[in-house]
């Protein structure tokens, strides 16, 4: 198998506050872990990949201190959005790679972020 | 620019009949090539995943690669009301970061 998990699967908070999301490999170990925004009616947009004990590495154009990124375990990685503003509401997905095949990802079931 | 390209469709085709979706990328290095599955309002879903030429073929599902044209393809066989999603293409580009390159998606609508 190769599940993977999302938490929260929504969350509403205040603008300036700060959200944080799990992503977790259920039964496997991840070797990469990605995270993605999708806004509606559009493709997934990488933000990042994490592994685990080393720093993220961000995709052009991602703020790195807005969306904060710990890969702490092989089964486990966080993304916190720092003083969320209404423009960070998205749909957030998290992928994980066993780095049985290269590329091949599974992906969580997603966090709806709604910033009022 | 690294690019993945389908056509956002919508592509409608009658129950019972074969669905054909289709995708070309731009890296000739390209060496993974991937089909997910998304339902409005959730995540992708990996359906078939293609790594050399030819068919590779699971259950209703056919996915064709052609290096040389730079071609994906995904066959879906007796399509159903509940295939009805947007089938994503994604390309693990030739820099062996493991990142996915994915195209903006095909709209299937299957009707009964």
């Known amino acids: 198998g190769a599940v993977v998990s999302q938490h929260p699967s929504w969350v509403i908070c205040k603008s300036g506050t700060s959200v944080k999301i799990e992503c977790r490999s259920l039964d496997f170990q991840a070797t990469t872990m990605f995270w993605y925004r999708q806004f509606p009616k559009q493709s997934l947009m990488l933000m990042a990949t994490s592994n685990e004990g080393s720093k993220a590495t961000y995709e052009q154009g991602v703020e790195k201190d807005k969306f904060l990124i710990n890969h702490a375990s092989l089964t486990l990685s966080t993304l916190t959005v720092t003083s969320a503003h209404p423009e960070d509401s998205s749909f957030y997905i998290c992928?994980?790679?066993?780095?049985?095949?290269?590329?091949?990802?599974?992906f969580g079931p997603g966090t709806r972020l709604t910033v009022l | 620019q690294k690019e993945v390209e389908q056509n956002s469709g919508p592509l409608s085709v009658p129950e019972g009949a074969i669905a054909s979706l289709n995708c070309t990328y731009s890296d000739r290095g390209s060496q993974s090539f991937f089909w997910y599955r998304q339902y409005s309002g959730k995540s992708p879903e990996l359906i078939m995943s293609?790594?050399?030429?030819g068919d590779q073929e699971d259950g209703r599902f056919t996915a064709q690669l052609n290096k040389a044209s730079q071609y994906v393809s995904l066959l879906i066989r007796d399509s159903q009301p509940s295939d009805s999603a947007t089938y994503l293409c994604?390309?693990?580009?030739?820099?062996?970061?493991?990142?996915?390159?994915f195209g903006q998606g095909t709209t299937l609508q299957v009707k009964p």
């Open positions: 992928s994980a790679s066993k780095g049985a095949q290269l590329g091949e990802q599974f």
């Open positions: 293609i790594y050399s030429n």
């Open positions: 994604a390309v693990a580009g030739s820099g062996n970061t493991g990142k996915l390159i």
